[in-house]
């Protein structure tokens, strides 16, 4: 008698298994995670954007970070960086073959977390001040099934030289994306969302050989939110990357890059 009122119990008390085909907890949540884009498709918008050549992009991305011992005092700090972006593809839009267009902008926010601790260099590497700038905005042209890149406008120079794939992985802007120390000595240089106007040659002669150069201007006063171009100096400089794996995601062998700065007054 113990034995038959002790079954129907235990069975009550087992964990109630959950159909094959039901979702588990959570599964919603990786599959929004995995989704590339995170935002999805804009319930079918984003296809036909990009059907017209138009690929819109909103970013968002933030450090958050504290000072509990040492520096000049204890301290928290939030840094923030909203992006906006549209690449468009002339050729579908016009009929221009090879030809792309990109215009972008930057909603900077947040506190220095560097003004607490008194180091050199900045601990976030998002923390651009507090101001929406225009960042990007140039042509590019390929030619030659690609073996010829011709770029002109607004682009930062770490878009393009100075910097490798592992740098983005660092928080503090000592390093990310390109060695602070170099932009603080050579105004030309900029990464993100900071940018100025220059142009960019790159030629492609073989699929694991990369040469390019370029040319960037120096604003006098480091204004590089605006869409004046001041009286400023021209910053040369010239990369060459071999390509160790072409198809792969991480495929920089190495690069060695020769830049210049020139008295060139525009």
Not at 176 to 195: C, E, K, R, S
């Amino acid at each position: 008698m113990a034995v038959a009122l002790l079954v129907p119990i235990l069975c009550a008390l087992a964990p109630a298994r959950a159909p094959a085909d039901e979702p588990q907890p959570g599964a919603w949540l990786k599959r929004w995670i995995a989704e590339e884009p995170m935002a999805g498709n804009w319930f079918g918008g984003r296809d036909v954007l990009q059907g017209c050549g138009v690929n819109p992009t909103i970013s968002y991305a933030t450090d958050l970070q504290a000072s509990v011992s040492g520096g000049l005092r204890r301290g928290e700090a939030y840094a923030g960086q909203l992006t906006v972006e549209i690449d468009a593809n002339m050729e579908k839009l016009v009929g221009l073959t090879g030809l792309r267009f990109d215009v972008s902008g930057a909603w900077s926010s947040g506190t220095d977390l560097s003004l607490d601790i008194g180091n050199t260099f900045t601990v976030a590497q998002y923390f651009e001040g507090r101001q929406v700038r225009l960042a990007n905005m140039y042509f590019e042209q390929s030619l030659f099934d690609g073996r010829l890149s011709l770029k002109t406008g607004r682009f930062s120079t770490g878009a393009e030289s100075l910097t490798s794939p592992i740098d983005f992985s660092f928080v503090n802007e000592a390093l990310n994306p390109i060695l602070l120390a170099v932009q603080v000595n050579v105004p030309g240089v900029t990464a993100d969302p900071n940018v100025t106007w220059g142009g960019r040659v790159a030629v492609r002669p073989t699929p694991v050989l990369s040469l390019s150069a370029g040319s960037h201007s120096q604003p006098a006063h480091r204004q590089w939110h605006g869409v004046r171009h001041h009286q400023c100096r021209g910053l040369l400089r010239g990369r060459r990357d071999r390509l160790i794996n072409p198809g792969g995601v991480s495929s920089v062998g190495n690069a060695v890059v020769l830049g210049a700065q020139v008295g060139i007054e525009f």
